[in-house]
Structure formats: C-alpha cells, structure tokens
C-alpha cells in the first residue's frame, strides 16, 4: 500500500513537499515515481527514480523545478517541487513497479490514493 501525503493550496511561485510511504512491502526492489492527472486530462508522467536512488528523470515540463529522492531504510519517496504553476493542478498519484528502473505514466503495479495539488495564478 502506498499512501501520498502533502498537497493542498499554493500561490504561483510557491513550493510543496509530496511524501509517499510505502507499507506491507519493501520499496528497494522497486522503481518509484509521481504520475499526475489534471481534470479531463489523461495521467501524465512526472518523475522517476530507481531502486538505488542514483538515477532519476523527469518530465520537460517539471525539469528544474522538482526533485523526488526516496529514503529506502524509511520505506519513503519525496517529491519537492518548486516554482509552481498553474498547469501544475492536478492529483499527484505515487507508483510503483517492480524490478525495473523506472515507472511509466499507466503500467505500473502499485499506485497510492493520490493527493490533490492545487496552484492559483
């Protein structure tokens, strides 16, 4: 089960913090990433980052502005993000997938509830 914490509401220019704790399982097999879905808008890739933390990627449309990073020993996956815009809104959705080293936008094994980010011009 993964289980995203940290949205809500945020002027343009402004920053927030995403956390996703995994339980019932260890992360360390798995590639980890963030997938967003605006209203009436197919789930769009975010980010990503393998099993040993060193390789990441990121959309052209977040590059620069978040980082995610995850703390295997706490089962956890961060995503900073700075800069906000208001094409930002959207749910932000943790995933996860097995053995490869990195997520895709839909096939992965396991997703969390999503938390709403919402931007305001």
């Known amino acids: 089960q993964l289980v995203e914490s940290g949205g809500g509401l945020v002027q343009a220019g402004g920053s927030l913090s995403l956390s996703c704790v995994a339980s019932?399982?260890?992360?360390?097999?798995?590639?980890m990433g963030w997938v967003r879905q605006a209203p009436g808008k197919e789930r769009e890739f975010v980010t990503t980052?393998?099993?040993?933390?060193?390789?990441?990627r990121y959309a052209d449309s977040v590059k620069d502005r978040f980082t995610i990073s995850r703390d295997t020993a706490k089962n956890t996956v961060f995503l900073q993000m700075n800069s906000l815009k208001p094409e930002d809104t959207a749910i932000y959705y943790c995933?996860?997938?097995?053995?490869?080293?990195?997520?895709?936008?839909?096939?992965?094994?396991?997703w969390g509830q999503g938390t709403q980010v919402t931007v305001s011009s």
């Open positions: 980052i393998d099993w040993s933390g060193q390789r990441t």
């Open positions: 019932g399982r260890a992360l360390s097999p798995y590639a």
């Open positions: 995933t996860a997938k097995y053995s490869v080293p990195e997520v895709t936008a839909t096939t992965n094994d396991y």
